[in-house]
């Protein structure tokens, strides 16, 4: 297993995490574990979030299926501002 740190911004954080918290499960089928999702306390539209997955491009191959593609555009992630770094344990 490894771990992804991300970040990026949004255009609402509650609009965006109630899709996100909405689409679980869908990550969780593929073995995607949410282990911290927030925002900074100065900016709620700038979001962190740490996944544990079991492959490096785990993450990267459900963010590219057209259905979760969706959800993401619709969620308000700017995608353009997304940072994400593959770690180990």
Not at 39 to 52: D, P
Not at 60 to 83: A, C, D, L, W, Y
Request: charged share 30%.
């Amino acid at each position: 297993m490894v771990k992804i740190i991300g970040s990026f911004e949004v255009e609402n954080w509650d609009h965006w995490k109630k899709g996100f918290d909405e689409h679980a499960e869908a990550r969780l089928k593929v073995g995607i574990k949410t282990i911290y999702v927030g925002h900074e306390l100065e900016n709620s539209n700038k979001v962190h979030m740490v996944f544990e997955t079991p492959e490096a491009d785990s993450l990267q191959k459900f963010m590219q299926q057209p259905e979760n593609q969706e959800v993401i555009k619709n969620s308000g992630h700017k995608r353009e501002t997304t940072v994400m770094v593959v770690c180990s344990d």
